[in-house]
């Protein structure tokens, strides 16, 4: 009698641990939902109350005038070659310097080191007006090339230096003197022994330089004024700002600026929140 | 034939630098050379355009007098306030909810970090939609199920900064849930058992042994809550489109979403008036210094490690 009752008591308690976890997980998706479900009605029926979360007429037409009409798909063009040549970029200088902290002996190795660490406790925004000077003098503002927004993130990469350092750390130093016995060069360990064996931080580290370069809002808001140089967010907000949009165009069109990191997200789970919890944990 | 261990001098002093340049360069020309540079900045009347005088202080002077700026603080202290509690709770209650043998967490957890990875571009239009005063689904959710009419949310200076806060919840409770959730983990299972020999329920477990072991998970969740909090702009900007609300400028309804980052970017290029946002600039610089050097400094006395 007594453990069927305590039976009992264990299932509803699971029972009861389901269903807040379902209740937050909607709290969680509903916004997502509205988005989807909005974003496929009619101009007419936004204001219906009470609102549907299926449409009765899907309206795919709101797709296509977003993408070409309002020059979503010219953005999103822009958001992928500025994430990806962030993320490469990323890779190569911080792996080079991270590989050079942690086993090259230098003059000034650590003082450099430490230098780095201590600037990225330092607020973005103190950093940003002098950048923005700078842009400005080198006419990078709107440039063909996006540099504006690219080299600040290749050659400041302080938490992927720490990172692939850290990484690097841990691989045996007998696999270095192995290869330095077959007379490979210091550019050929790093290359042939350090990189291959870092897969996984090197994985980390670029989906965390796209993720971040692909919803920066602060940098393509100072840099990139005119139309066709805007990327997915900072194309999103000056679209949203205009009065006459409608909701369902502005849901349209957050739907592609997310949808394309959710659906990497979708394979890439472990990396993106590895590469986040860990940027977080540098302070 | 030369020793494969000794390195040629090629090798030794100069190809680490060749490794380290390009982070070097950074360092300098993107990060060092600009704090040196935004304080200078700090100490003049600076337009990018007409160029600068030296005032010395005056930025400085002018911040303490500035009623305007004496708003922004508080609206960033109420913003802190309001949002380090329902941060810090609502994320440590997911984690115990996904800290949990049942089938399904992983999926849970993967649903409560969704908004991390989003855009808050994207996702900051979405909630000015669903909180839209009169077509918006919160307020027809608050109709149908409480019967009364919403709240003005974004649309009001009395609610507008709270909206933010919510909205700001939902967006970043699963960073902290991660954090929370290895903290959790590091829990030794043995301290529970003997606890649940002892006769401890599940309750009194988590408050006795739980949480006072996870408390450098919590301190440091709290130290980068309130640094985030500091730093809030993306959110804002977006939420004060001016199709949100009445009269919304970025900042906006009535200055009462006006933040330290937010005036900062006012100042700075809107306004360009440089020298008044590198001096707000190095206003966050040492709230957030002071806040780390805490962290550095009193971790390990606050904090009750096993």
Not at chain 1, 109 to 138: G, Y
Not at chain 2, 230 to 252: K, N, R
Request: glycine share 8%; charged share 15%; hydrophobic share 55%.
């Amino acid at each position: 009698m007594i453990s069927a009752q305590k039976r009992a008591k264990t299932l509803l308690l699971r029972a009861l641990h389901y269903l807040t976890l379902v209740g937050i997980a909607t709290v969680v998706l509903v916004p997502f939902l509205w988005m989807l479900s909005t974003s496929l009605k009619g101009s007419g029926v936004l204001q219906e109350i009470p609102p549907r979360l299926v449409p009765e007429k899907f309206f795919w037409n709101n797709y296509s005038e977003v993408l070409f009409k309002h020059h979503f798909l010219r953005y999103s063009v822009n958001s992928v070659y500025v994430a990806l040549m962030a993320g490469i970029g990323q890779l190569f200088t911080c792996s080079l310097a991270g590989f050079a902290f942690a086993r090259l002996k230098f003059w000034g190795r650590d003082f450099f080191f430490a230098l780095l660490l201590a600037t990225m406790m330092i607020p973005l925004q103190v950093m940003i007006i002098p950048e923005f000077l700078i842009m400005l003098k080198l006419g990078w503002v709107d440039h063909p090339l996006f540099l504006a927004l690219i080299v600040p993130s290749w050659l400041a990469g302080s938490f992927g230096t720490f990172l692939l350092r850290q990484f690097f750390m841990t691989i045996p130093r007998d696999l270095e003197d192995a290869g330095r016995i077959d007379g490979c060069s210091i550019f050929v360990i790093y290359r042939r022994i350090f990189l291959p064996l870092s897969m996984p931080a090197l994985a980390t580290l670029f989906i965390f330089a796209v993720m971040s370069s692909w919803n920066d809002l602060l940098r393509p808001i100072l840099y990139l004024s005119s139309q066709k140089m805007m990327t997915l967010t900072i194309g999103l907000a000056t679209f949203s700002r205009q009065y006459d949009v409608n909701e369902n165009l502005k849901m349209a069109g957050s739907l592609f600026t997310l949808l394309p990191l959710a659906i990497l997200y979708g394979f890439a789970q472990k990396y993106f929140v590895q590469g986040i919890t860990l940027s977080g944990l540098k302070g | 034939m030369r020793n494969p261990f000794d390195s040629t001098r090629f090798e030794k002093y100069i190809a680490p630098y060749i490794f380290v340049l390009p982070m070097l360069i950074g360092l300098f020309v993107f990060r060092l050379g600009p704090v040196v540079w935004s304080l200078l900045l700090s100490f003049q009347r600076y337009n990018p355009f007409q160029g600068g005088s030296w005032i010395g202080l005056d930025n400085y002077r002018e911040l303490w007098q500035d009623k305007d700026f004496h708003q922004i603080f508080f609206n960033t202290l109420k913003f802190t306030l309001a949002y380090l509690p329902l941060g810090v709770i609502s994320s440590l209650l997911l984690a115990v909810l996904v800290d949990s043998r049942l089938k399904g967490m992983v999926l849970f957890r993967a649903i409560y970090f969704l908004p991390v990875i989003s855009a808050v571009a994207a996702v900051g239009t979405i909630w000015a939609w669903l909180l839209n005063p009169l077509y918006g689904l919160v307020n027809y959710l608050i109709k149908v199920v409480l019967g009364v009419t919403g709240p003005e949310w974004l649309g009001s200076p009395r609610t507008a900064l709270f909206s933010m806060v919510l909205v700001n919840v939902w967006l970043t409770m699963g960073y902290s849930m991660v954090i929370f959730l290895a903290g959790l983990q590091g829990v030794p299972q043995e301290f529970l058992d003997a606890a649940w020999v002892d006769g401890a329920g599940k309750v009194k477990r988590f408050f006795r042994i739980v949480l006072p072991l996870l408390s450098p998970t919590t301190f440091f969740v709290i130290i980068i809550t309130i640094i985030r909090s500091f730093q809030i702009f993306d959110l804002v900007y977006i939420m004060t489109a001016p199709s949100a609300g009445e009269g919304g400028a970025i900042g906006g309804p009535a200055n009462s979403t006006n933040v330290l980052v937010i005036s900062i970017f006012l100042n700075a290029f809107k306004y360009y008036r440089m020298g008044y946002g590198a001096a707000e600039a190095y206003i966050l610089f040492i709230l957030v210094a002071i806040i780390t050097l805490v962290q550095f400094r009193f971790q390990k006395r606050w904090v009750h490690y096993q």
